[in-house]
């Protein structure tokens, strides 16, 4: 089978054949058909975040994948050959973008009816993000919510997921982006956009009960944006977030940092918005795996609106 091995921080992905893997106890094998790019993906491989996020060489990067169950474990019950699954996969040893990969029942869902490869592959990393930054975060009920909720990188992979999770959950929603996503953020079901490249775009600007911000401001800058008991959680949480969380029991006001962690039983949860048709998910673009770099590219500029798609078909 074909996998993308990267051989060094720092290095170029290479296209390589490798013996296909065996699925063990509680694994299922999967055919990918698609994966989709996250930035923890190139960070990495960059090393940025080494030694809290190492990579291990040869390492495959990558943990969003969709595709059919190629083979079962022993004893697997759950899944049958054939079935269209996805999944982020567990831990923080990459290794989505092969054409065949084991990943375990815990992180495995059924794909919902009518979603496509590249959307089911865009879905799991950034939908429990969003899902638990919104909900275990921000303590926003995912029904019946009375909130204003802002959404910081709206038109992004966490953002766009975030904007139609609030807004399913009836809350009044805001969406920051930039002027050229600001249709994207309205038809997803925004109720009022800040354009955050226009001259003082927060003025006249309302205080908000939830503040998700996916793009890594910091809380003194977020804070005065909140009501009096308002909660800000934070998926790009710097030390900053993590001395003013120790702070929390002082003041009305709570800050949370988002460390996303993947499992089936979420992923489930997100899948059934989409089956309710009150979530999509928004492809910015596709790349062959020969292109990974390019797709890589386009993810560091920040500039990507939805998810960026690597095509294993
Ligand atoms: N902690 C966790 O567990 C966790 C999980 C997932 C992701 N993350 C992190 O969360 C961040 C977002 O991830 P992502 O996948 O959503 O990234 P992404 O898809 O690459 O985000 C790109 C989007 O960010 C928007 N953006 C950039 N600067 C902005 C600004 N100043 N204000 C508003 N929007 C802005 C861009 O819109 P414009 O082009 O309009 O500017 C673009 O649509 C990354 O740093 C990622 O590593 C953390």
Known sequence: MRAI????YGGAPQLV????PTPGPREVLVRV????????DW???DGTYRPILTARFPFVPGYDLAGEVAALGPGVTEFS????VHTRLSGQAGGANAELVCAGLDVVCA???GMDFAQAAGLPLVGLTALQGLRDGCKLPLEGATERVLVIGASGGVGHVAVQLAKAASAHVTGVCSAKNVDLVRRLGADAVVDYTKPDPWRDVAPFDVVLDAVGGSPSQHLPRLSPRGRYASCVPGPAVFLRQALNVFSGRTVAPVLMKPNAKD???LDAFVTQRRLEVVIDSTYPPERLADAWARSRSGRAAGKIVIDWS
């Not at 054949?17 to 296909?20: D, F, G, K, L, V």
């Not at 058909?33 to 923890?40: F, K, L």
């Open 111 to 113: 794909m919902p009816e």
């Open 5 to 8: 091995v990267f051989h060094e």
């Open 81 to 84: 050959v054939g079935q269209r």
């Open 267 to 269: 992923l489930a949860v």
């Open 17 to 20: 054949e490798r013996p296909a």
């Open 33 to 40: 058909r698609a994966t989709s790019v996250n930035p923890i």
């Open 43 to 45: 960070k990495q491989v």
